[in-house]
Nanobody, 125 residues
Framework: QVQLVESGGGLVQAGDSLRLSCAISGRSFSTYAMGWFRQAPGKEREFVAAIWWSGGGTYYADSAKGRFSISRDYDKNTVYLQMNSLKPEDTAVYFC??????????????????WGQGTQVTVSS
């Protein structure tokens, strides 16, 4: 089992920055990818960004490129999502996920077997 706990969400204004954290614990996850997804009210959960824990390679949704940055800290067993230039349309619950990616498609929800409880991000205009 892998446990994921997100933190860092909150209410910010458009143009502000926010950094989300995902603390990871449990079984070995060195071969896993860690992903961030988000879900706005009434919408499907969508992919934001992913990082391979061991190699550090990253993958971003088009909506995140240039504004968001995913990173990981080995010592703290934590994955971060740095979000800059936030927009009202970024408002959503953000979820951290972990999984063994089998087809180099870290943007697919079904690749992830472990999920956190989510953290709310609200961006006011």
């Amino acid at each position: 089992q892998v446990q994921l706990v997100e933190s860092g969400g909150g209410l910010v204004q458009a143009g502000d920055s926010l950094r989300l954290s995902c603390a990871i614990s449990g079984r070995s996850f060195s071969t896993y990818a860690m992903g961030w997804f988000r879900q706005a009210p009434g919408k499907e959960r969508e992919f934001v960004a992913a990082i391979w824990w061991s190699g550090g390679g990253t993958y971003y949704a088009d909506s995140a490129k240039g504004r968001f940055s995913i990173s990981r800290d080995y010592d703290k067993n934590t994955v971060y999502l740095q979000m800059n230039s936030l927009k009202p349309e970024d408002t959503a619950v953000y979820f951290c996920a972990a999984g063994y990616i089998t087809n180099y498609r870290p943007d697919l929800k079904n690749q992830y077997g472990y999920w956190g409880q989510g953290t709310q991000v609200t961006v006011s205009s």
